[in-house]
């Protein structure tokens, strides 16, 4: 047996006088055939309701996971914050900015900072640079200390000696220090008026430096600066969101390995 199905009418509707829910009808019209001939035509009127159908299912969803989408909520608002804090980022590379990250082994070294998070800033450097340097290639302090005879601390501004014996026991070819440095942070992540002339300052600051072992020259140097100024009237009475003096320590580390990778020697 067959069973066709045609659609003689299709449309939308309004359904109510608030207008709030559309109604789709649809007359559908179901004819059989079999061996015996022609089985008469059965009509058939469909009204679904869209708007319906939709705002259950939505509130079905809604409240099977209203703690995710509470959470997910409170993210955007973080990240909307930490974006709008009136800060602005200084750049400069004092020495080369171009390098090739696909050639030669790479030490990533502890950075130094008095950030009161020094882990923060640790994950986000080795985050940013996994995403310039091949794994295989990137190696952190911690990783040469487990098979090779590498100093426990590894100074931010090396010597030349420094240098020599880092090469000689690691067998890499690159190092990257980093210095991160909150400088001020006169008003935390909010600001507000409390003498007759007020202005205060965030302020924090991460500087790159990269050496290649083979040769024990510096080869790239850069900063990051991060400020937030405000300058308020006693009788303002306003209150602001700011990044933070940390928050800027955060972000100049993201935003100076981001530089990195724009200017990097593509394969």
């Known amino acids: 047996m067959v069973i066709s199905v045609y659609f003689l009418s299709y449309d939308f509707g309004k359904k109510g006088k608030d207008f709030t829910s559309f109604l789709i009808s649809s007359t559908v019209l179901f004819k059989t055939e079999g061996t015996s001939g022609i089985y008469p035509v059965i009509k058939v009127n469909l009204d679904f309701d869209l708007f319906h159908f939709l705002n259950s299912r939505m509130q079905h969803i809604f409240k099977k996971n209203i703690k995710s989408l509470a959470y997910i909520l409170l993210v955007l608002l973080l990240i909307l914050l930490s974006s709008c804090g009136g800060s602005k980022y200084d750049y400069h590379f004092e020495k ?27 994950k986000l450097a080795l985050e940013g640079f996994q995403k310039i340097i091949p794994d295989s290639s990137l190696f952190q302090i911690f990783d040469l200390r487990r098979t090779r005879l590498v100093e426990a601390t590894i100074p931010i501004h090396p010597t030349l000696k420094d240098l020599k014996h880092l090469r000689e026991f ?21 600001s507000g008026s409390s003498t007759a002339r007020n202005e205060q300052t965030n302020k924090a600051a991460t500087y790159i430096e990269i050496y290649d072992l083979r040769t024990f ?3 790239s140097k850069s900063s990051a600066v991060g400020t937030v100024k405000v300058t308020e009237d006693k ?17 100049s580390v993201i935003k100076l390995i ?9 394969k």
């Open 96 to 122: 080369d900015k171009e390098l090739d990250f696909n050639q030669g082994k790479w030490i990533l070294n502890d950075p130094q900072t008095n950030y009161r998070y020094p882990g923060t800033i640790k």
């Open 235 to 251: 009788d303002s009475g306003s209150w602001n969101y700011v990044s933070s003096g940390g928050t800027l320590a955060m972000h």
């Open 170 to 190: 690691s067998s890499c070819d690159y190092l990257i220090n980093i210095e991160n440095e909150v400088v001020r942070d006169d008003m935390g992540s909010f």
């Open 258 to 266: 981001r530089r990195y990778k724009r200017y990097r020697v593509k």
């Open 217 to 219: 020259e510096l080869i």
